[in-house]
């Protein structure tokens, strides 16, 4: 019965130890934590910043400034706070090692980043005049002209103009047309061509000109 009580004792007292070695590392870890706060402006204008993006480096925590620049939120003193937004250099802030207390509030500047463009050259539109005699003194040279003339061949250009598919707008200008010619003539039977009597005089006319001999 003794040796019961004796281990009773004995798990209550590992039980308070451990609560209380629990405590104080619960303690130890709270004296860590500060509430961070404060404004983020440029370094140029000391204008603030809007939704920079603050985050704990290695981490996803963090948050962001609202429109006036401000920000809060809770880190550790040893953590690195990255401050970073468009158009501005990444911020890597470390918190000053005399804080007091759990709260800490300071100004984050951030320099202007420095973009370097390629250099443009901006010219008038040449007038008429100026295109016209540009036009009428160029010398092609030999190879080019024999190539161009070549890509402008009447037959390889209608070969390619009747093997180029429809693209949608004319699939869907030939679809309108058939139901608004089968709309025109709903109820009633339609025209035959061989006896349109127009079509006929048209054809005729071509004849005479000329125009249906083979090229």
Request: charged share 20%; proline share 5%.
């Amino acid at each position: 019965m003794n040796k019961i009580f004796f281990l009773i004792a004995i798990f209550f007292v590992l039980l308070g130890s451990s609560q209380n070695l629990q405590a104080q590392t619960q303690t130890r870890n709270d004296s860590d934590l500060v509430q961070f706060t404060g404004f983020v402006v440029s370094l140029d204008s000391s204008k603030t910043i809007p939704f920079v993006s603050i985050r704990i480096e290695g981490s996803r925590r963090g948050t962001y400034s609202d429109m006036q620049g401000y920000f809060s939120f809770v880190a550790k003193k040893s953590d690195v706070i990255v401050f970073s937004s468009i158009g501005f250099e990444p911020r890597y802030y470390t918190f000053p090692n005399d804080i007091k207390g759990s709260k800490f509030k300071t100004v984050v500047t951030l320099i202007e980043d420095t973009f370097m463009l390629a250099e443009a050259v901006i010219i008038s539109h040449p007038t008429p005049e100026q295109l016209d005699y540009m036009f009428s003194r160029v010398e092609l040279p030999e190879n080019g002209y024999s190539l161009a003339m070549q890509n402008l061949r009447q037959k390889p250009l209608s070969e390619m103009a009747i093997n180029m598919e429809s693209d949608g707008s004319e699939n869907a200008r030939y679809r309108f047309n058939d139901y608004s010619n089968k709309a025109y003539y709903n109820g009633q039977p339609q025209p035959i061509p061989v006896l349109d009597v127009v079509a006929w005089g048209k054809f005729l006319k071509s004849l005479e000109n000329g125009d249906l001999k083979r090229k």
